[in-house]
């Protein structure tokens, strides 16, 4: 009996594709988050009561890293409950064949072919050379800067007497920087970082932070390629960045700088917020990043209007760059729609950018995400206001921020009925993994193009 199911199981691994095996890992990997988070020893001895469907509520928000919880996290999870969650960010952030990958590379054990294109797929890569080297240099260099910015954290707190002692600055400071790296938003103190709202450098420290995170990792392995480049040929040579990094930095500095934009202005100069120019400022600029992307917090999102809620809740659609920690469409898949709009406009049949043309097949790509996002999360948006008794601007703000998996939120989550935690759910985890892999999970093989073409008839549009 046990043989066979072993040859079953292995049947059906050797039919999957990448893809599937992919989602199916991401899936075990929740399962496995949601036993850990039933553990009692992980939660405080007075803490609420939390049911079955709120455990996997937040393991879901956990693997995919957003930072949505139906209860109060500072008042169920314990010290080592915040150890597990920093631990389960990694997972997350990381993805369950980086961790895998590098595991197996500290083990000494051989990579195959099988896996490569696990790590391909997980991270987005258009070629399967130089996947483990991707890899190992991503993982060094995340672990490093939360490392590094965790212990200046805990300097940092412990010279401004924020903690009683060392130690609960040296846990908090962690806390902060592991979630401010891997985007995770989980608010463990109750007030997030609002304490700090004033304090413009830790800020300027957490959204850089936040910017590696999301930026994508193919950005970050050329930016520490190119400053070895520069240190050995001391700008004899000059280095070639991909149009993926040019494109990814591009597009995240523009949204980044309107966003800022529109949220000052929406604000009125911030007028709910502090008569304070600088001030205003710098929360519009903090909230256009982690709206983005982490979920970090330093006020209340009450205390915004209606304008500013709704732009927030579109730069979380948007969401990250792709082959990150973040979620959401992807600013790059954006960036091309928005190019192919423009190029439709003007009348050119191709979108040239950076010396370089974007493919036919990566501009269908972006269309289709696009668009069968918006659907998703408009139909999620319509099977809410049926099932929940809250203000319409709420559940569009819900629903952007899980598919976003940012974390932000109106206050709306621990009110959610079954059938609207089953729906954010959903859209937690196609979030996560990506709208074009949740279409290709469907897919068992690529259809054949014919070899034939059927006459064209031209249709009437528009």
Known sequence: MFYRLKKKIRAKYREATPIQLLVAYYGIATIITFGLLCL????LPDAPETTLLDNLFMAISTISVTGLSTFPIDQVYNEYGVILLEILFQVGGFGVTMLATVAMVLTGRRIGLHQRQLIQFDMNQPRLSGMVKLVTSV???MIMVQVVFGLLFSLYFTWRHVYDNFSAALFHGMYI??????????????DSIAPFRQDYVFLMIIMVLVIIGSIGYPVLTEIEAWFFYKLRYRGLRKFRFSLFC???????AIFTIVG???LYLSENGGLHLRADSLHNFMSAMFYSVSSRNAGLQINSMNDFNHTTLLLLALLMFIGASPSSVGGGVRTTTIGIFILYLYSFIRGRNNINIFNRRISREDIQKAIVVVSLSTLLCISAVFILSATEDAPLLSLVFEVASAFGTTGLSLGITDSLSTVGKIVIMVLMFIGRI????????????RDRDLSYKMPTEKIIIG
């Open 260 to 262: 800022t934009i529109l």
């Open 434 to 445: 990506g709208m074009l892999y949740t279409l290709m999970f469907f897919i068992r093989k």
């Open 40 to 43: 009692p020893w992980i939660k």
């Open 177 to 190: 920087s592991i979630s401010a790296v891997t985007n995770a938003g989980f608010d463990v103190t109750g």
């Open 246 to 252: 040019k494109l990814a930095v591009f597009f995240a």
């Open 139 to 141: 993982f060094g260099l």
